[in-house]
T-cell receptor, first 113, second 114 residues
Framework: KNQVEQSPQSLIILEGKNCTLQ??????????LRWYKQDTGRGPVSLTI?????NTKSNGRYTATLDADTKQSSLHITASQLSDSASYIC????????????FGTGTRLTVIP | GAGVSQSPSNKVTEKGKDVELRCDPI?????LYWYRQRLGQGLEFLIY????????KSGLPSDRFSAERTGESVSTLTIQRTQQEDSAVYLC????????????FGSGTRLTVV
């Protein structure tokens, strides 16, 4: 069964600190993995996208890693800012098919001053 | 347009009424998805359109839900005889093809059934 699991479910950190969010998946055949940031009341916005052959991808203070062998991904946020407070959603695409996107339930990050 | 546009942004309706939600995809995007996001939960697939092909309706939760799309343009999601459990944010996303890149989401329509 194609599933995407994220941890932790929620996280509170102090401004300026780093944090790492986890995503484990069982989606097969794997096509790519994306991390989205969803601010409250807004639609998800793409942060990174990685294919099978990519291990690391950065977008500013966001760095995503992918281990396609263990089917794990992480999103590392460096020097967190208050504006990083949002839900971070891991989305894994399978090859082929129409409904080939599988979503995690997200990690709710709160950055406090 | 520059992004995926959804309207209305908020909708409050009485139980039993019908509602229509609209999604304007990015121009040229052939694939269009509708998702539902209940409070504190993940995204739930509803329906998928790809060009002029028959839509994938496998995610629609009941026959009260239907969606239409004319060609590669605007899509409407209709919920008939709304129930309180229909309260959620309805998100639309579009992409260039069925390929797995470049999905762009709209800001969603927050539906509240009272």
């Amino acid at each position: 069964k194609n599933q995407v699991e994220q941890s932790p479910q929620s996280l509170i950190i102090l401004e300026g600190k780093n944090c790492t969010l986890q995503c484990n998946y069982t989606v097969s055949p794997f096509s790519n993995l994306r991390w989205y940031k969803q601010d409250t009341g807004r639609g998800p916005v793409s942060l990174t996208i990685m294919t099978f052959s990519e291990n690391t991808k950065s977008n500013g203070r966001y760095t995503a890693t992918l281990d396609a062998d263990t089917k794990q991904s992480s999103l590392h946020i460096t020097a967190s800012q208050l504006s990083d407070s949002a839900s971070y959603i891991c989305v894994v695409s399978a090859l082929g098919g129409a409904n080939n996107l599988f979503f995690g339930t997200g990690t709710r990050l709160t950055v406090i001053p | 347009g520059a992004g995926v546009s959804q309207s209305p942004s908020n909708k409050v309706t009485e139980k039993g009424k019908d509602v229509e939600l609209r999604c304007d995809p990015i121009s040229g995007h052939t694939a269009l998805y509708w998702y539902r996001q209940r409070l504190g939960q993940g995204l739930e697939f509803l329906i998928y359109f790809q060009g002029n092909s028959a839509p994938d309706k496998s995610g629609l939760p009941s026959d009260r839900f239907s969606a239409e799309r004319t060609g590669e343009s605007v899509s409407t999601l209709t919920i008939q005889r709304t129930q309180q459990e229909d309260s959620a944010v309805y998100l639309c996303a579009s992409s260039l093809t069925t390929g797995n890149y470049g999905y762009t989401f709209g800001s969603g329509t927050r539906l509240t059934v009272v």
